[in-house]
C-alpha cells in the first residue's frame, strides 16, 4: 500500500517580470491586483524607473491589503550605452537603441540566474 503523504496547504507566490513595454506592464499590474486580490502573494519584478510609474496604482493596492511586493533591478543602462532613465521601449529615442536594450535587458536575465 502506497503511503499517504500529508496533505499540506502552501500559499501561492506569483513572481512577475513584465518586459519592459509599456502594452506588457499595464496588463501585468492588473493581473498582479487580480492575483492578490484572490489571496495569492506577488512580487513583480523590474526597474526602479517602471516601478515609478505604477507607484500610485500599486501603492493604493497594498494599502487596501493586497500582497504585492516590488523588487527593483538596477537596469544597466550604462553597460550598453542607454542613457539614465532608459528602461523601457517607448523612451528610446530611437528603433536604434533596440539592440543595445535588449542587450541590457539580457544582462538583467543573467543577473537574475545568479
Given at each position: 500500500?502506497?503511503?499517504?503523504?500529508?496533505?499540506?496547504?502552501?500559499?501561492?507566490?506569483?513572481?512577475?517580470?513584465?518586459?519592459?513595454?509599456?502594452?506588457?506592464?499595464?496588463?501585468?499590474?492588473?493581473?498582479?491586483?487580480?492575483?492578490?486580490?484572490?489571496?495569492?502573494?506577488?512580487?513583480?519584478?523590474?526597474?526602479?524607473?517602471?516601478?515609478?510609474?505604477?507607484?500610485?496604482v500599486l501603492s493604493r493596492a497594498i494599502e487596501s491589503g493586497l500582497s504585492i511586493n516590488i523588487v527593483p533591478l538596477k537596469f544597466p543602462y550604462q553597460e550598453v550605452?542607454?542613457?539614465?532613465?532608459?528602461?523601457?521601449?517607448?523612451?528610446?529615442?530611437?528603433?536604434?537603441?533596440?539592440?543595445?536594450?535588449?542587450?541590457?535587458?539580457?544582462?538583467?536575465?543573467?543577473?537574475?540566474?545568479?
Amino acid at each position: 500500500m502506497a503511503s499517504e503523504a500529508p496533505n499540506k496547504s502552501y500559499p501561492l507566490h506569483f513572481v512577475l517580470f513584465p518586459f519592459m513595454a509599456q502594452g506588457h506592464m499595464i496588463p501585468m499590474v492588473d493581473i498582479a491586483k487580480l492575483l492578490a486580490q484572490r489571496g495569492v502573494t506577488v512580487t513583480i519584478v523590474t526597474t526602479p524607473h517602471n516601478a515609478g510609474r505604477f507607484k500610485n496604482v500599486l501603492s493604493r493596492a497594498i494599502e487596501s491589503g493586497l500582497s504585492i511586493n516590488i523588487v527593483p533591478l538596477k537596469f544597466p543602462y550604462q553597460e550598453v550605452g542607454l542613457s539614465e532613465g532608459q528602461e523601457n521601449i517607448d523612451l528610446l529615442d530611437s528603433m536604434a537603441l533596440m539592440i543595445p536594450f535588449m542587450k541590457a535587458c539580457n544582462t538583467l536575465e543573467n543577473r537574475s540566474k545568479s
